[in-house]
């Protein structure tokens, strides 16, 4: 990447600090661009996506940590796309990419964390979740109704309490995660309203992006405020030191993709990872391999 736009481009500019009370209204949408033409962004995306691939060899190869990708936006804000050009260069087999739509029956059977919880990346991987159990806190939390369909004992569903209660159980499951290894970023792409019709905008007006617009899309769009009060809720509850939240201005989705990728290298960068050692017993196995085939010559 070029140094100077590698210099300006720096993690911690859009973390959340543990404690701080987040008014999204100060978060900007759009930054000055990070590159300076379009050659030049795919430039250092490719840059940025190749050097992901090495990391994620070796993060799979060393088998300590694993990585989990949290993606929550309001609708239109570029998550599927972040995830396809940021991950692009990524090995399948050690990346899993997990969408939450609307639980199932035999999931609302059970704690709000569960269904989730199954989809957790193994040591050496990389999980993605595009939505998460956030939307517990979000979705729910406009739409309250739903606690209804939730099977929930009496008395639990009191709205300042319960909300309370499950910012404290997902801090708690990421403390546990952190201290066996997974690694959480959890990014929000942050959307202007502004943004957001001119993309809906371009869902109608484009025929091969029609499949993505719905007439539930434009209802939610009724509750922005409603939403954006609860984003600033549960990132000011549960941004901390161990699995921040991280605020991506989204308006310009190539800029949000440069960032998202800086922000997944230098956690890489941040782990002890290593290529597993070889010792002198399996080092002897190997030399004894390597002259057998040695020996059996081009036409064997």
Not at 193 to 202: A, G, S, V, W
Not at 271 to 276: G, V
Request: proline residues 4%.
């Amino acid at each position: 990447m070029n140094k100077e736009n590698d210099m300006k481009l720096k993690s911690k500019h859009f973390q959340v600090e543990e404690g701080a009370k987040v008014k999204l209204q100060k978060w900007p949408t759009r930054v000055e661009p990070f590159y300076k033409s379009k050659k030049q962004y795919h430039k250092m995306l490719d840059e940025q996506v190749e050097e992901l691939s090495e990391l994620q060899r070796l993060h799979y190869a060393s088998n300590r940590y694993s990585l989990l990708l949290i993606f929550q936006a309001m609708d239109a804000a570029g998550k599927d796309g972040a995830i396809r050009h940021v991950m692009s260069g990524i090995n399948p087999q050690g990346c899993q990419v997990f969408s939450f739509k609307h639980p199932s029956a035999t999931e609302l059977d059970h704690d709000f964390l569960w269904r989730t919880n199954q989809c957790l990346p193994e040591r050496g991987r990389i999980g993605i979740f595009n939505r998460s159990y956030y939307e517990e806190v979000l979705i729910v939390r406009v739409h309250p109704e739903i606690l209804r369909g939730q099977h929930l004992p009496e008395g639990v569903i009191a709205e300042k309490p319960i909300w309370e209660e499950r910012y404290h159980s997902i801090r708690d499951l990421e403390r546990h995660l952190h201290r066996n290894g997974t690694r959480i970023i959890k990014f929000f792409l942050h959307l202007s309203k502004e943004e957001q019709r001119k993309r809906f905008l371009d869902r109608i007006d484009e025929p091969e992006k029609n499949w993505k617009f719905s007439q539930a899309d434009r209802e939610e769009r009724k509750f922005w405020k409603q939403y954006m009060h609860a984003y600033a809720a549960c990132l000011s509850a549960t941004s901390t030191e161990d699995a921040p939240w991280y605020v991506v201005p989204a308006d310009d989705k190539h800029n949000a993709r440069l960032i998202i990728s800086r922000i997944v290298l230098d956690t890489f960068k941040s782990l002890e990872m290593h290529y597993p050692a070889v010792d002198a017993k399996r080092r002897e196995e190997l030399l004894a391999i390597r002259e057998q085939l040695a020996k059996e010559g081009p036409d064997h």
